[in-house]
């Protein structure tokens, strides 16, 4: 009996023993759960930090871009930092000794603060700070963490435009992008700090048909001549997808038309550009930025004199996907470039010195 006693007195230490493992184990899995929850909210608070920085940067370029290299800036830019939310309500810290003037280097991508009023400012460099609420963490003794964001916007000049696509959309058609863009009139109407927001953050999707037949008419592509010389399908088709444009081209810049162009070579140009293979003339996806010519205004008529169009500026624009189309005949589909305008385009191209042909563009850095 006192051999069965001792065993009954073992079993019972290991039970208690097994009760103390589980519950160190518990402890830790509940830190570890806590600490995955707290990261990922730490994680999503830092995206929207940063979101609020570029509003703010870009903003305040807006202002630069009108003229006002003053005081006034710092004030523009915490207003739009003011419209962005973090953690769904909470506004994020900006002072307004946050809000700095700059001139950008675009070759070597650096930025030194000036002083306000400074003949060289061309940037505004936005810093901004939350203090980010823990919940698992506090278990531990961790209540909050400060977090920042910090953006650098900048006023450039659109130079040589090398890597133009061979394209012109109407900028009508990009102000339908915009909320209540449609009332707009694309003639007197420019882009304001809140439309560059809107169209950077929100990538309001578009869809472009290339229509050679009518390429003025609403929601089509023109096919127009980025180089000299011109050589026809073959340069149109190397300006897709391989060599760069030669013009310079901005804002007031009249570019020919190349009705003739496109046909048979648009979808393989553009699976090169995509880096796609195969697919047929099955439609496929994309992710690649672009240059293209967003025009306002036109002159000639579809076979009557050659078509010109005036360039507004020279927009960004994300292709997401292109579907080749099914042919010809009355129940065809057109081939059509799906994507959506960026405010905030790619460093080559842009320059801090400005030629006749130039004009201010906000980018986003």
């Known amino acids: 009996m006192s051999g069965l006693r001792r065993v009954r007195d073992r079993l019972r230490n ?30 999503a608070f830092k995206a929207q930090l940063q ?17 006002r290299n003053n005081a006034f800036v710092p004030d523009s830019s915490r207003k739009f930092t003011q419209l962005n939310h973090v953690n769904g309500a909470d506004t994020a810290w900006v002072a307004r000794d946050s809000v700095q003037g700059g001139t950008w280097d675009f070759t070597n991508r650096t930025f030194t603060p000036k002083t306000w009023g400074d003949a060289s400012v061309n940037s505004v460099r936005v810093s901004a700070i939350y ?15 400060a977090l920042s964001g910090v953006a650098v916007a900048a006023v450039g000049y659109v130079g040589v435009t090398n ?33 560059v927001q809107y169209l950077s953050s929100n990538q309001a999707p578009v869809a472009f048909q290339v229509d050679n037949s009518d ?53 393989n140009a553009v699976k090169t550009l995509c880096g796609v293979n195969g697919q047929g003339q099955n439609a496929f996806a994309c992710n690649q930025a672009v240059k293209l010519a967003v025009w306002d205004q036109m002159n000639g008529a579809n076979g009557g004199a050659p078509v010109q169009y005036r360039v507004k500026f020279v927009g960004a624009f994300v292709i997401t996907g292109y579907d080749p189309g099914n042919g010809g005949g009355k129940t065809s589909t057109p081939q059509r470039v799906t994507g959506y305008f960026s405010a905030m385009a790619s460093e080559g191209g842009f320059t801090s010195t400005p030629t006749p042909l130039t004009g201010k563009a906000v980018l986003t850095l």
């Open 215 to 267: 390429p003025t008419a609403g929601g089509n592509i023109a096919n127009v001549k980025v180089s000299d010389p011109w050589n026809g399908s073959n340069s149109y088709k190397d300006a897709i997808s391989g060599s760069c444009a030669n013009l310079e081209i901005g804002p007031g810049t009249w570019l020919d038309a190349s009705p003739a162009e496109g046909q048979g070579t648009t979808t």
């Open 163 to 195: 890597c133009l696509k061979p394209w012109a959309v109407s900028y009508a058609d990009m102000l339908k992008a915009l909320p209540n863009g449609a009332t707009l009139n694309p003639l007197t109407y420019n882009l304001t700090a809140a439309d």
């Open 131 to 145: 203090t980010a609420p823990y919940t698992f963490a506090r278990i531990f003794g961790a209540n909050t963490s």
């Open 14 to 43: 290991r039970r208690g023993a097994t009760l103390v493992l589980i519950g160190i184990m518990m402890t830790v899995m509940v830190g570890m759960t806590g600490a995955a929850v707290d990261f990922s909210r730490m994680y």
């Open 51 to 67: 979101e609020i920085a570029d509003a703010g940067a870009m903003a305040g370029a807006i202002e630069l871009v009108k003229g």
